[in-house]
């Protein structure tokens, strides 16, 4: 045997003259690890949104829904004005107009679910994403985007304060 056959050990004298290394079978096999592991990363990370699109969307918070929100005095809203606050979990809107009769709605554009506000100056509602207006008497889209008016929401004065209803809970409430 020559010189080569009696250092490795590992070819049994049959390599035939080309050289073998012990560590090629090893390094071949890191890369291709290595390679997989990229892979299938790449593939979560490109499957994963296109899933999360598929999906539904989760259902509201599980919890005591709210029919009525009580905001305060009305005079401390002040005439040709309006602002945004809390109705449960989702955005809402009340306005008083210059005539002092007060409009509340949902505060979630029917364009794309951003939340609008009202501009005094203006004196119209409007989406900052994409522009739309509302009329802020009657709710109803007036330019850009939006395909349908705000929800409306019931604005009622209560004892001197201004109390933001449903429509279903306000009409339970005079019924009662």
């Not at 501009?119 to 207006?133: L, P, T």
């Not at 939006?146 to 004065?157: G, H, R």
Request: aromatic fraction near 6%; hydrophobic fraction near 35%; glycine fraction near 10%.
């Amino acid at each position: 045997m020559s010189d080569h056959h009696e250092k490795h050990a590992c070819c049994g004298g049959g390599c035939q003259g080309k050289q073998q290394t012990v560590d090629d079978p090893t390094r071949r096999r890191f890369l291709q690890l290595v390679f997989g592991l990229f892979a299938l990363s790449w593939g979560a990370m490109t499957t994963l949104p296109i899933l999360q699109y598929l999906t539904p969307a989760k259902a509201e918070e599980t919890g005591p829904e709210v029919t009525s929100v009580t905001l305060g005095k009305l005079d401390d809203l002040e005439k040709g004005t309006g602002r945004n606050f809390q109705f449960g979990s989702k955005p809402a809107l009340i306005v008083r107009d210059e005539a002092g009769d007060l409009h509340a709605y949902s505060a979630i554009c029917t364009h794309l679910g951003c939340t609008v506000q009202f501009a005094s100056e203006k004196d119209v509602i409007f989406c900052a994403c994409h522009g739309g207006q509302y009329d802020p008497t009657s709710g109803k889209n007036i330019a850009g985007p939006p395909p349908k008016p705000l929800t409306p929401l019931v604005a009622q004065v209560v004892k001197g304060e201004i109390v933001v209803s449903k429509p279903a809970a306000a009409a339970a409430k005079k019924e009662a």
